[in-house]
């Protein structure tokens, strides 16, 4: 038996085994990507058994995926959603956010659907609700620090200045119990985007209908920290995955097929 050559064999094992670890202790973790999101606003994102689900949640893997990263939803209350973006809490926002002119300014945007909003009623319409116009004295249920409750907001000062009857603004933290609300008749209507309104139109068995068409149309999109990379890498990933399918198929998966983002 030659010595020499089993301890020349077991050094050269040893020392590659010894490579091997260091390399892999060295090799960088995948990376993750945290979007902040708030998780009770269906088809968009919501919560099952516990896991976030939703055609946002599937957007943001998908362009995590394109840019070498899986990605991480964290819950968090819309109307802090954006000052825990800008406190670091989370890398960006995925939660059906409206590109608006004054949240612009606090945040950059890469979008990605054009959504409008919609009144929801009990089905007959018992309240005879038929646009933003016909809701003087009414009462409506409204998510806090959304663009309905802006919105519903500017129509109060305008019936003030009509001398009429305000609007009774019913304002709730969750977009969830903000639908209950009609559901249980403390409203008259229910003021959201098109795609909750119309996912619980779909659900509710002929409980609920719309009023009126949809209303201010506008682009929803991906927020990041003013001036961060991640803003221009996600708005090449949305680009991507419109070119080659996945945004179509994703949207379709969740019948949002119609708010694809306007050329």
């Known amino acids: 038996m030659n010595l020499k050559r089993i301890f020349v064999a077991s050094l050269v094992a040893v020392t590659a085994a010894t490579v091997l ?8 973790a995948a990376k993750t990507i945290v979007f902040c999101s708030d998780t009770t606003y269906p088809p968009m994102e919501s919560l099952s058994g516990g896991k976030a689900v939703g055609a946002d ?8 995926k394109l840019l070498g990263a899986t990605a991480q939803i964290k819950t968090t209350g819309f ?11 989370c890398d960006a926002i995925i939660s059906a956010l409206t590109n608006t002119p004054a949240r612009a300014k606090e945040v950059d ?12 009623v009990k089905s007959g319409n018992p309240s005879k609700v038929t646009g933003l116009d016909s809701l003087s004295g009414k009462s409506v249920a409204v998510q806090a620090a959304t663009t309905e409750k802006s919105k519903l907001d500017t129509e109060n000062k305008a019936l003030s200045k009509q001398g009429k009857s305000q609007i009774t603004i019913k304002i709730y933290p969750a977009d969830t119990s903000a639908a209950a609300a009609l559901s249980t008749g403390r409203v008259d209507a229910y003021f959201t985007d098109a795609t909750p309104a119309l996912y ?15 209303i201010d149309s506008a682009p929803e999109g991906i927020a990041t920290r ?5 803003g221009p890498q996600f708005k090449s990933a949305i680009a991507k995955l419109y070119a080659n399918g996945t945004m179509k198929t994703i949207l379709a998966k969740w019948g949002l097929s119609a708010f694809a983002l306007k050329k």
Do not use: C
Not at 57 to 64: F, L, N, Q, Y
Not at 79 to 89: F, G, N, T
Not at 109 to 120: D, I, K, P, Q, R
């Open 21 to 28: 670890a260091a390399a892999a202790a060295a090799a960088p």
């Open 57 to 64: 949640v599937d957007i943001a893997s998908a362009v995590a």
């Open 79 to 89: 109307d802090v959603i954006i000052p825990a973006l800008k406190a670091k809490k």
């Open 109 to 120: 945007f890469a979008n990605y659907v054009t959504v409008g909003m919609l009144l929801m």
């Open 200 to 214: 619980y139109i779909k659900k509710s068995s002929g409980k609920f209908e719309t009023a009126g068409g949809q």
């Open 226 to 230: 003013k001036g961060d990379p991640l």
